[in-house]
């Protein structure tokens, strides 16, 4: 499908962690650029991580998010306070927001006051905020849920929140750590629909998540990331980097239902994930 590359939103340069003297990240660079397309309205950006259990992906998201300090490197997202083209800023604790596989959330608040806290650093009136809470509500189906506590919520309705949640005091960006692990096949579709309603609701919308479900990745995003560790010199090194790139926008197979072509890839993304 035609689509061309607008400005950049996710710039990472050289980003390496370490604990200690003990290397889990090196190296990683990463840019990717808003995309929009001729026969869409709105298209945010789904980005997959793939990789063998222990390579560095959690550690690489907590970065990301700010929830660990960088070694060196940098990495910058689009400032959207700023009206320049191309203005950026260093991530910050916040700036990205960060949905666990347990869906945390306050057990002592309402979907609504939850909601409404995670706006508390927004320019909104109350009543923008109100009003922002009950279309999204709607939207995500959870209009029925605004004064409901975490506890009485099903899996799918507690994840959603907890997406909007991070949605509302991050904007525009949204990390999620194997958001598809453990599910059901009935919440795994719930999930999938977030992702819709995440890119249907800002073409800005960046959405990176990790998965071992290779399928998933090819159904849901446009690039694919493969962690790993590298092999230098013919000797396999102990620190996760990006080990291979797949952009199906490049490819032909961005925005398509899952076909013969997507199970070849798939088969390639598993030969390149049990070698690193």
């Known amino acids: 499908m035609k689509h061309e590359f607008k400005e950049t939103l996710l710039y990472i340069e050289n980003l390496s962690v370490a604990y200690d003297d003990n290397i889990i990240i090196k190296d990683i660079n990463i840019i990717e650029k808003d995309v929009v397309r001729d026969d869409a309205d709105c298209t945010g950006q789904v980005l997959a991580f793939v990789g063998r259990s222990g390579r560095g992906k959690s550690t690489f998201f907590k970065a990301l998010t700010g929830l660990v300090p960088s070694t060196s ?5 689009r400032d959207f306070v700023n009206q320049e083209a191309n203005a950026a800023k260093m991530v910050n604790e916040g700036d990205i927001g960060f949905v666990d596989q347990k869906y945390t ?41 605004g004064d409901k506590y975490p506890n009485e919520l099903s899996g799918g309705q507690r994840q959603r929140t907890a997406i909007l949640e991070q949605l509302f005091s991050s904007d525009q960006f949204i990390v999620l750590d194997e958001p ?21 609701s800002s073409e800005f919308n960046t959405v990176i998540f990790s998965t071992h479900d290779i399928e998933l990745a090819l159904e849901l995003a446009q690039v694919i990331y493969v962690i790993g560790y ?13 080990v291979a790139k797949y952009d199906l926008r490049e490819m032909g197979l961005a925005w398509k239902d899952y076909c013969e072509d997507h199970l070849k890839l798939s088969k390639e993304i598993i030969h390149q994930m049990m070698i690193s």
């Open 73 to 77: 490197g940098k990495i910058l997202i």
């Open 105 to 145: 959330l306050f057990r002592h608040k309402t979907v609504t006051q939850a909601l409404k806290f995670s706006l508390r650093k927004t320019a909104l009136s109350n009543i923008e905020k109100e009003n922002k809470i009950k279309t999204y509500l709607k939207e995500w189906g959870l209009e029925n849920c």
């Open 180 to 200: 598809f692990s453990g599910l059901d096949v009935g919440n795994i579709e719930e999930v999938k629909k977030a992702f819709e309603l995440l890119g249907n």
């Open 230 to 242: 590298p092999t230098l010199d013919g000797k396999q090194q102990q620190y996760g980097t990006v």
